[in-house]
Every structure is written in structure tokens, then in C-alpha cells.
């Protein structure tokens, strides 16, 4: 079965600091790669998506992430963290082999200290 | 419009009632998806529409929800016969081109008392 493990469910940062949320994934097949943010009361943002090709995808925001398939993984990072990205963060992937749906973590709570 | 509308943004409903959500997708969006969030949860999902025809639907929890998308535009989430796990905020989201990289609406947050 497809699934989607975010570790942390709570991760708190100081403001300029580095930050990066982990995902880990479980597929049987060639994924495809997202992460969204959520903010309260909000809808889910695209941040960035691996689809093929260079394994360092950059997104909006400042945010990149990184495939590492031997690792399953697709962590995010962000160099200098604002107060403004405190929110939920979430990881998803998807494979055709599996029809148009996305599957999701739980989710990373961000929060940031000043 | 600019992005997927969803109303009611909230719903209050008594257990056993009957419930209509709504999605209005980016015009011309021709993929139309519904994701359920559970508090704490990752949204999941329920059902994909391409075009007018239910493409996907293995998500439903069961017979007390059903979808429609009868012009291949605007989608209606029913549920049936309410119960309180189904408290959640159900998400909608539309695609031009029925791949992975959707728009997501802001959510109808729906509890059941």
C-alpha cells in the first residue's frame, strides 16, 4: 500500500534559522512528489513538485526539497526561515500506477520563534 | 473566477440530516478531485471527476456519499444520513489536465452535533 510518513509533528525554529521537514514514502511504483503549506483557515498551497530530472527542485518562497530514491525521501529546506512560513506543511506523493489521486502525510506544524 | 470556490465554508448539521457541499472549479479545468481532512490528518481522498463521468471514487467511505459533476463544471458533495465522524473539512481541488498538480479550494469545514 501507498503511504506518506512526516515524522515530525511539531517542529519549532527560531527566525533566520535553517529549517527542513522530512518525508518519507512508501510506493511501489515511479511517484511523483509534492509539498503544500496550509495556513489557518486556509486552502493548500503547491510549494513545489519532482515529477522527473534534477533531483533539487526549487519552489516558491525560497523553499527547495530534494529527491534521494535510494532513501525514499523528499525532504524540504529552507536556508533562513521567516516568521511568516509558520504553518502546516504537508507531503504528498502520487504514481499513474495508482490513478490521479494524491496520497498525504499528517503533516508538519511549523512554528517559528523571534 | 481567480481560484476554486467552495461554499458553504462552514456547516453545522444535526446527526442523521442530509448535506450538500459545493465546488466551483477553475473555469476550465476539466479535472475535478474531493479530499477529506480529518483534524490532525493529511487530507484524503474521496473521488476524481474527469470531465462529467466519476473517474475514480474509490475513496468514498461509503453509500451514504455520493458526487455529481453533471455539466463538467461545478461539483456537489452529498452526504446522506450524517454522523458525527464525518466531521472534517472537505476539500475540493481542480486540475486542467487531470495530472497530479492541482488547485485546492479552501475547504468546507463541515461539523455534525
Known amino acids: 500500500a501507498q503511504s506518506v510518513t512526516q515524522p515530525d509533528i511539531h517542529i519549532t525554529v527560531s527566525e533566520g534559522a535553517s529549517l527542513e521537514l522530512r518525508c518519507n514514502y512508501s510506493?511501489?511504483?515511479?511517484?511523483?512528489l509534492f509539498w503544500y503549506v496550509q495556513s489557518p483557515g486556509q486552502g493548500l498551497q503547491l510549494l513545489l513538485k519532482?515529477?522527473?530530472?534534477?533531483?533539487l527542485v526549487q519552489g516558491i518562497k525560497g523553499f527547495e526539497a530534494e529527491f534521494k530514491r535510494s532513501q525514499s525521501s523528499f525532504n524540504l529546506r529552507k536556508p533562513s526561515v521567516h516568521w511568516s512560513d509558520a504553518a502546516e506543511y504537508f507531503c504528498?506523493?502520487?504514481?499513474?500506477?495508482?490513478?490521479?489521486?494524491?496520497?498525504f502525510g499528517a503533516g508538519t506544524i511549523l512554528r517559528v520563534k523571534s | 473566477g481567480a481560484g476554486v470556490s467552495q461554499t458553504p465554508s462552514n456547516k453545522v448539521t444535526e446527526k442523521g440530516k442530509y448535506v450538500e457541499l459545493r465546488c466551483d472549479p477553475i473555469?476550465?479545468?476539466?479535472?475535478l478531485y474531493w479530499y477529506r481532512q480529518s483534524l490532525g490528518q493529511g487530507p484524503e481522498f474521496l473521488i476524481y471527476?474527469?470531465?462529467?463521468?466519476?473517474?475514480?471514487d474509490s475513496g468514498l467511505p461509503n453509500d451514504r456519499f455520493f458526487a455529481v459533476r453533471p455539466e463538467g463544471s461545478v461539483s456537489t458533495l452529498k452526504i446522506q444520513r450524517t454522523e458525527r465522524g464525518d466531521s472534517a473539512v472537505y476539500l475540493c481541488?481542480?486540475?486542467?489536465?487531470?495530472?497530479?498538480?492541482?488547485?485546492f479550494g479552501q475547504g468546507t469545514r463541515l461539523t455534525v452535533v
Open positions: 481541488a481542480s486540475s486542467s489536465t487531470g495530472g497530479f498538480e492541482a488547485f
Open positions: 510506493y511501489g511504483a515511479t511517484p511523483y
Open positions: 519532482y515529477f522527473s530530472g534534477d533531483t
Open positions: 504528498a506523493v502520487g504514481a499513474q500506477e495508482y490513478g490521479n489521486k494524491l496520497v
Open positions: 473555469s476550465g479545468h476539466t479535472a
Open positions: 471527476f474527469q470531465g462529467t463521468g466519476a473517474a475514480d
